[in-house]
């Protein structure tokens, strides 16, 4: 994860877009995005600066780990996720333009503001944490405002909105758009529960960053250094759980001379990815997880994740979000200990009632 610059810019930027509410909403159950030859995908990644090191698939995904971050995609929905310079948004025609000629899906409808024709997918979600050094950025990535700007070309009903101190340089954007419930077409209209946990960390302590620098010869592959880490730092026992009755798949790579990233999978469904930049000047960790506590059988909390993940890297500072679908608000822990977070200082609670999300951000220091 070495660029040509010194300064490596570790805050990812995310993409998910839900084309269809869940699996069972595609309209030819013999062809969803999983059909699609990872050749394609390769194709497509190209436009936004990054290639693809590894993959491996579960019943209900494909988990594709890149040489900056990961993308997962289902039957219905992909999330791509990528550091450095990558142009993550560029990728958007190329997208639409490969849906429509793989699997027929059309989301074209006519802006009823502009009259334009824009897509309306069932949900599209862009977020990212302020880059360390958005000088360094490419094309429309150098700015918020542009990348909402170029969104806005592709989709209908989106909002932006600023999150946190702007002052400080911290804050998290996010571009959100609309719910398409026309795309739901069941009896009952029944929603896929969804919940993502991210945690973005920076200054990481120095010690527990070393801990992703590698001295190992040039040939040695990647997969088995990044192995080497996880089991160095236990990133594969974030969550507790018994391996008799869950599923456990998992991928990672350790870059020469620094930098890890790496995709874990729990039964079949739910993943979570870890992304690490060590250098001291920069130092960054993400981790990311779709994992609903309930739908697995495991004795941790939510607090018990959060703790383990900054066991693993001690940030002097770190923001949390969560984003919860109101159906799914059952499927998270009700009460939260926003202030019992080992070691930390609340210093920002911010809550945002989006359609039918919940977003819930907040800004931790070290005490």
Known sequence: MVEETNAFEGPEKLLEIWFYPKKTEVPHAERSLRSIDHSKWKELLELVKCEILSTFSTDDMDCFLLSESSMFVFDHKLMLKTCGTTTTLLCLPKLFELINMELEWNFQFRDDLTGEIKNHPYKVFYSRRAFMFPENQRSIHRSWNDEVNYLNQFFITGKSYVVGRIDQNDHWNLYVTKTNDALCSGPDNAQEDDFTLEILMTDLSRSHAQRFVTDEPDHMDGHIIGTKMTNKTAINKIYDFDANKISFKQDS???????????????????????????????????????????????????????????????????????????????????????????????????????????????????
């Open 253 to 367: 790579y350790g870059f020469q001379p620094c930098g890890y990233s790496c995709n874990m999978v729990l039964n079949q469904s739910y993943y979570y990815t870890i992304h690490v930049t060590p250098e001291q000047d920069w130092s960054y960790a993400s981790f990311e997880s779709n994992v609903l506590l309930n739908k697995i059988d495991t004795t941790s909390t939510q607090l018990d994740v959060i703790n383990n993940v900054l066991n693993i890297f001690q940030p002097l500072d770190f923001c949390l979000t969560m984003f919860i679908k109101t159906e799914s608000a059952e499927c998270v822990d009700a009460k939260f200990p926003y202030n019992k977070v080992a070691n930390y200082e609340k210093q920002d609670r911010i809550v945002h009632d989006l359609d039918d999300y919940q977003l819930i951000y907040i800004r931790y220091s070290k005490i």
